[in-house]
């Protein structure tokens, strides 16, 4: 199922394990924010011809960490077409060097094959689709790598696996994974302007993303006990 955010943002709240999946139309891009874990291509594949888009079409691919939920879809997206895929450095590096352990593949029993990541992104960087751009924050916590992506000059933020709705966030228990760095991450975005939140999982924070955020920085502060 998916949902219509703006004229040209499409949200898809995942089946089962997947990541959440949004799809951006913008001029001759046709861009998804993570790709689930692959398994439900064909249901994706359908919902985006639905927008008339399909695996094949999509232009490029940013991840906004490198767990196999939000990655593994890149695999079927690589055999059908040949997206650009960006991924934060902290975590393309080691993938382009071969070693795919931080993707959480073996621990699932889903091993991915080396793949490439082509655009290695870092605090600040600005990925150009032209109509839309993406700037990147590096927000690490949940693992490393992990990013949250505002959509300039709107008020909607790609919050990852690191602000989840309901006063929830990501869990820190994974390689790389930091309740300091988490917490001090979800302080920033509390004090970032925005009003829309797009999650990795759960459902979309469509009003007060912000306070939603406030609300996860101070529930996570006391769940670990960081003054
Ligand atoms: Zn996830
Ligand atoms: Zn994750």
Redesign the pocket.
């Known amino acids: 199922m998916l949902d219509q955010i703006t004229d040209s943002i499409y949200f898809i709240v995942s089946r089962s394990f997947d ?1 959440n999946i949004s799809y951006i139309k913008s001029g001759d891009h046709e861009i998804l924010i993570d790709t689930g874990t692959g398994l439900y291509a064909s249901s994706l594949d359908k919902d985006l011809q639905s927008q008339g888009s399909s695996l094949e079409r999509i232009t490029d691919v940013v991840l906004t ?1 490198c ?1 196999i ?2 990655i593994g879809g890149v695999i079927p997206l690589l055999e059908r077409g040949s997206p650009k895929l960006y991924l934060h450095k902290a975590e393309a590096v080691p993938i382009n060097s071969g070693d795919m352990s931080q993707t959480l593949g073996a621990t699932f029993g889903a091993d991915l094959p080396p793949i490439k990541i082509d655009v290695l992104l870092d605090e600040g960087s600005l990925i150009d689709f032209g109509e839309i751009k993406l700037r990147v924050f590096h927000t690490p916590g949940h693992s490393e790598g992990s990013i949250v992506m505002q959509v300039e000059g709107s008020g909607i933020l790609f919050t ?2 690191t602000l989840f709705p309901g006063g929830s966030f ?1 869990r820190v228990d994974f390689p790389t994974g930091s309740p300091e760095k988490l917490v001090a991450s979800l302080k920033r975005i509390s004090e970032m302007d925005f009003e829309i939140g797009l999650p ?2 759960m459902n979309a924070m469509m009003y007060n993303a912000r306070k939603s955020a406030l609300t996860s920085y101070q529930m996570a502060k006391n769940w670990f006990g960081i003054r």
Request: hydrophobic fraction near 0%.
């Open positions: 990541s960490h767990h939920d939000h990852g696996d990501g990795g999982h």
